[in-house]
């Protein structure tokens, strides 16, 4: 997955009167899964949600945040780095009305889009 950001820079952290930069990711390419959640019962956008990823001994954690800076904010996709890992050994979604979902083994280097469960 390509990284491009797009910025202004100027006076301050608020970009204004300067001209725009972008910066782009030129860093080998490295394996990756994301999650784009869809809540039904919950909020729509999932906010709130919490992603847990276990590979081996090892568990990451993310939360679905819109909160971004002045006049930003953040992706609704939960991205995972895996670097050099070839598999995911399960991923725990806790909703933010409370219900747990488990996905086993999903496959890496793919954008899930997954809705909330009715149970």
């Not at 994301?34 to 956008?45: E, I, K, Q």
């Not at 949600?49 to 609704?76: C, D, E, F, I």
Request: charged share 20%; no cysteine; hydrophobic share 35%.
């Amino acid at each position: 997955m390509k990284d491009i950001e797009y910025r202004s820079a100027g006076y301050g952290s608020h970009g204004f009167n300067d001209r725009p930069y972008f910066f782009a990711n030129r860093f080998p390419q490295r394996n990756y899964v994301a999650f784009r959640l869809t809540g039904t019962s919950s909020n729509r956008d999932a906010i709130g949600a919490v992603v847990r990823l276990w590979v081996g001994k090892t568990v990451m954690v993310r939360q679905v945040n819109p909160a971004g800076g002045y006049l930003s904010h953040s992706s609704r996709v939960v991205h995972f780095g895996l670097g050099d890992r070839s598999k995911i050994d399960r991923i725990e979604i806790r909703w933010p009305r409370g219900i747990v979902q488990t996905l086993v083994n999903p496959e890496i280097n793919t954008l899930h889009q997954i809705k909330e469960p009715a149970q």
